[in-house]
């Protein structure tokens, strides 16, 4: 069976572009069960309830939420009941199991969510990192099966020396007479 969860994408890119994905495998229905245990609630609801999560960063699409409602609500741990022209969602006791059964992994959830909200805030990068993030993407790809051990150490060592410069911050700019 397909996970619904695997497919998150950022919203707000050109259509056929893909993002770093917001949810690991499985995520999302935990995630989503969480928040129908507190409350149910529309498909809509949730979208907006996990988009406030993302401080309005990241919105998942109804394209990922009804189908993953649909997998709960086949796997007898959220029911839908008609309400006007929508369907309410609650747990069902099925689902409260589960969630217990799964507490140690829905804190992994609210875990990652922070780390993906740090993540989406960091995609404001100007125009040019995101060029030459690309061009060392490709230099990457266009390596791959030439991949000797002397030349897997060389290209982790570069790549591994440019995180840690980066992580450091700007560099201190160079005085032409350090005795001045």
């Known amino acids: 069976m397909r996970d619904h969860g695997t497919h998150d994408l950022f919203e707000r890119r050109p259509r056929g572009e893909r ?12 995630l989503m069960l969480s928040m129908l245990a507190e409350q149910p609630g529309h498909g809509y609801d949730l979208i907006r309830q996990i ?3 993302f401080d309005g960063s990241y919105s998942p699409s109804p394209g990922v939420i009804y189908p993953t409602l649909n997998f709960l609500e086949e796997a007898e741990l ?10 309410l969602y609650a747990i069902t006791a099925a689902g409260r199991s589960a969630l217990v059964d799964q507490a140690v992994a829905l804190d992994g959830v609210r875990m990652r969510i922070e780390v993906s909200k740090r993540a989406l805030r960091g995609h404001d990068r100007p125009p040019e990192i995101h060029e030459a993030v690309g061009n060392l993407r490709h230099a990457l ?9 002397e030349e897997i150490e060389r290209v982790r060592h570069l790549l591994n020396d440019t995180a840690k410069a980066i992580a450091c911050g700007p560099a201190e700019p160079v005085r032409e007479n350090p005795h001045e």
């Open 51 to 53: 988009e406030n999560l």
């Open 19 to 30: 993002g770093p994905r917001v949810f690991a495998p499985g995520d999302l229905k935990l």
């Open 141 to 149: 790809h266009m390596h791959s099966g030439r991949w000797t051990p």
């Open 78 to 87: 959220i029911s839908g009941q008609v309400h006007g022209s929508k369907r």
